[in-house]
Each structure stands twice: as C-alpha cells, then as structure tokens.
C-alpha cells in the first residue's frame, strides 16, 4: 500500500465534493466539511450512481438517482434503498496536497457494521411476518443495532428478499438477469443468522401469548414481533377473470409468468394506469408487444402528479406505441379457455393474447382481528413504529405520524418501506428513535425518470418551476401554503436539494418559489 496524490486543498471549497481518479477503474468522492477533509467510494452502492451529481449537506451526502445517504467522513449508511455502506479512505496532507492510501484491492462498497447470531448471549427471537424490503432492512438493522437473538422472516413465497421494483422495469422488459435480483446472497443470511420459513401462509396472531399461528399447523412464538406483510393486489371481478393469461404482478413468480406467456403473444392489454401498470406497459413495448392500457381515469397519474404531469406521461407513451382507452371500464373477458377479448362497457371489444391487471394493493393483514386494523385495514403505530407492547408494523401495512403534520399516513413505496424497516429494527433492537424520514419514490417509464419526494393526497396549488413540455422541472404541491412534496423530472441535483431542506424543513416561503426569485441549491 501507499500514499498516491489525487488532489489539491485549494482545489475544494468548505462543503464541496468532487470525484477523482484512484486508478483507470476507480474513482474516490474528496469531502470538504470545516476545513476538513474525507475519502469515501464515488458510486452509491444501490446502482451505482455517481455521488458527485448528488448533494452534501451538513455531513450527508444523498445519491441524485434514489437518495440513499451516506455519512460522508465515515462513509457509514444512513438511510436506503443502500444497503452497504461506502469504502473509507486514509488520507493525509503535505502543503497543499491530499493524498490517499491506495490498497492492492480496492472495494467498490463495504458492510454495515453488523453483529452475529450468539443465542448464548441473547437468546429472545425476534419475529418478522413478511420478506420484503421492509422486512429485510428491518432484520439488516437489528443486526446493526446490536441484536444478536434469533431473526425470524415468515414469507408466503419460496425464495429471499429480492428486487420488487424492478419486477415491473429492467425485469420485465428482459434486462436484468435472474441471478441479478436477489437483495443479498444466500451466505449474507447464513452469516448474520437471519433464517427463513417460506412458502406458509398466516393464520392468526395471539398477542397475549405472543404466538403466531401457521396453516401447516406450526406455532411460532416470539419475544418481538414486525408485521410487514405489505400489499395484495386488487382483484377485478367481471365475467371470464378466471381464464387463463390474465395476470397480476406483485411477485417474483408473477413476473416469471408473465415472461413465459411473451412467446406467444403480440398484443397486450394494461388495466390500470398505475405506477405498476404504466411501468409493466413500457416494459412489454421494450420487448416489442404492441400494448393497450385500459383506464377509467381522463389523464394517467393525474390524481399523482396533476393534469400537466401525466399528460406529459401519456404523450411519452404514446410516442413508444402505447395505444390508451382511458375514461374505460372492463366489462368482460372472453375467451375459450384464455383470454382472447376484453368487452368494454362502452360495447367496444379489445383483441388481445394477455391481460396485466394493476389497480392497486390492499394491506395484507387478512389474518388479523378488525379490532386492530383501521379503516383502510392497516395498523396504527406510533412514531416509534409500534403497534402495542412489543409489536411493531412497517411496510405498505403500516400507518404512522408525518413528523411535518402529525397526521397519520399510510404509502406504499419501496424506499419508505426500508426506511420504516430501518426504524423498527432498530427501536426493536433496544433504541428509541422516532421516524422522521421524508418519503421519496421514483419511477422509470416512456424514458423518463421522475423523482418524488414528500407526500400530499390533495394540493391546493401545483407551482411549475422549469418546464414539463421540456421534461425538466420541479413542480412543488403546496397544501395550506406549504409545500408537502415535490416531483421532478432531469432536476436530480436540485431533488437532493428539496428532499434534505424538506427534512429540516427548511424549504423557501411559498412566495419566493412561485416567483422563482430563489436557488434551491443556494440554500444548502
């Protein structure tokens, strides 16, 4: 090993980072935080983004492509969809040069410091109902927390926790391998003792004897308890659903089913113009299926993002070879034996050789007493995540205080979910930390890519700064003249910007926005 120069101080400002060769394959992000300096990895573990294009704040540094976020001295992980944490690199200064420590091997990421399974000095078993993203970075983050009892993860499925969201994306559309998918190795789960029981379905919970009930008879009992058992999707109930080639996507297997029924089919049909929906549309156009999408909304997305946004949306479909009948409903499927027509109530008939249905998720907490579940069949939590004494929810299941509004809300999406799971393992895990994490989603369609941050059900205002007929803009969703969430399409750096200000709630007043008289990056 050795010392190598790759920069000069004067070369950073106070709160600047910049990326710089180590060798011809490898890049390190330089740090300057009060007059000090860091080295860590250049490139976000999750997909690799380049943290130079990203933002640092404070000692943060959040990726410009998900908002992962890194301590940016230690490279430790803060917050998803990351699971690994940056390298950390040795420096040291002569004069007015930086130089850093070059090994032989050079890791392009790290692990979390994590503790190991030792029952001899933690024997309590700690039981996760589900194995999704939630579910896993709950597990992850006991782990980190110092944990080292029993992990349990119950799931429905036969196999790990993997990458949902691109089962609709980079899956679906024949762009990602199998092998790809996995969030973790086999021997990451065999290392850190975290163990499965798959392919069983849920029966009922006894609080009072802390005991989870199984349809194979088991009975598992825990000392702490997470539901995350996430969504099910919503079924459409019309004459002929039950033939074949009709299809849901929530699953692993589903995508797989899909996939196989592409050989022999030309035309698809979409129903529902959701995130899922619209993704799974632009995916089969990848593999050059001609597509409908059938909706009974006017404008995709525009109970998301407003008219202009999801105009722009169906535009961009359009232009790929998306045919929409939207301000439609499904009347029937016909068919002999699969699925061959839809009958649409307007009398219209739709030639097709498969059917995608995406109208939403329900919680799937069917196994649970309504004397516990709200309304909309979620669980109630506090802002530690708790549900009652030693049971915690996280998840598309779970209903927690906004910390901006107090109100609870219940979202389904990928990041959030690990970000509640974060919280929950680690309060489970003996801290105390209450959840403040702003959501942040993204979607990848008709080659955009929108960023979202925050959350608001109804605005009373949409302000516009850029211009969306361009795709580059922010369009900020002001409620009660105050902004609850942003939206942005090829605006990466300034997102960073409005999710962190939105955290601190430090975003501009709502005036100097409308007159797009601020720089939001100026505020960091």
């Not at 995916?283 to 404008?299: D, F, G, M």
């Amino acid at each position: 090993m050795s010392f190598k120069e790759i920069a000069r101080k004067s070369d950073l400002k106070n709160g600047e980072m910049k990326a710089y060769k180590i060798d011809d394959e490898n890049n390190v992000l330089l740090c300057r935080i009060n007059d000090e300096f860091s080295a860590v990895g250049a490139s976000c573990t999750h997909y690799g983004a380049p943290l130079e294009e990203g933002v640092l704040q404070g000692e943060t540094i959040i990726c410009p492509w998900h908002h992962a976020c890194f301590h940016a001295k230690t490279g430790n992980l803060l917050e998803p969809p990351a699971m690994d944490a940056l390298p950390r690199y040795e420096l040291k200064t002569e004069g007015d040069s930086i130089k850093i420590l070059v090994s032989d091997v050079i890791q392009s990421s790290r692990k979390p410091d994590m503790v190991k399974k030792d029952t001899k000095s933690d024997d309590r078993t700690f039981l996760i109902l589900g194995a999704g993203a939630s579910a896993y970075s709950a597990a992850q983050s006991m782990r980190e927390n110092g944990f080292k009892g029993n992990i349990v993860m119950v799931t429905r499925e036969d196999r790990k926790p993997y990458d949902r969201p691109n089962l609709s994306k980079d899956y679906l559309a024949g762009n990602a391998d199998p092998e790809w998918m996995p969030l973790r190795p086999d021997d990451f789960f065999d290392e850190y003792g975290i163990e499965f029981k798959y392919s069983v379905t849920i029966k009922g919970v006894d609080f009072n004897k802390k005991q989870v009930a199984f349809d194979n008879n088991e009975n598992l009992t825990y000392d702490k308890l997470l539901i995350a058992t996430g969504g099910i999707p919503n079924q459409l109930k019309v004459k002929g659903s039950d033939l074949k080639n009709i299809f849901y996507l929530r699953s692993f297997d589903d995508a797989d089913r899909i996939i196989a029924s592409l050989k022999d089919s030309k035309n698809a049909v979409v129903i529902g113009a959701s995130f899922i929906g619209m993704e799974t549309a632009h995916s089969l156009i990848e593999r050059k299926i001609n597509v409908t999408v059938i909706a009974p909304s006017e404008i995709p997305f525009e109970r998301n993002f407003g008219k202009e946004i999801g105009n722009l949306f169906r535009k961009e479909h359009e232009k790929n070879g998306v045919v929409f009948k939207l301000k439609s409903k499904v009347k029937e499927f016909r068919g002999a034996g699969k699925v061959e027509s839809i009958l649409l109530e307007s009398g219209e008939e739709i030639l097709t050789d498969m059917v995608i249905i995406g109208i939403g998720v329900s919680p799937a907490t069917g196994f649970l007493d309504d004397d516990i579940l709200m309304d909309d069949k979620s669980l109630k939590t506090d802002s530690f995540l708790r549900v009652k004494e030693d049971v915690y929810a996280s998840g598309d299941i779970a209903s927690f205080p906004d910390f901006r509004t107090g109100n609870h809300i219940r979202i389904e999406h990928w990041r959030l979910a690990e970000q509640l799971g974060r919280t929950a393992g680690a309060n489970m895990a003996g801290r105390e930390i209450k959840f403040s994490g702003v959501p942040f989603f993204w979607t990848a369609q008709a080659g955009m890519n929108l960023r979202y941050t925050g959350f608001v059900k109804e605005w009373d205002e949409i302000i516009i700064d850029g211009n969306v007929a361009q795709k580059k803009f922010i369009a900020y969703y002001v409620k009660d003249n105050f902004v609850m969430a942003a939206a942005g399409i090829n605006r990466d750096k300034e997102m960073d910007a409005v999710h962190l200000l939105m955290k601190e709630q430090k975003l501009p007043e709502i005036e100097a926005i409308r007159d797009n008289s601020v720089d939001i990056l100026s505020l960091l």
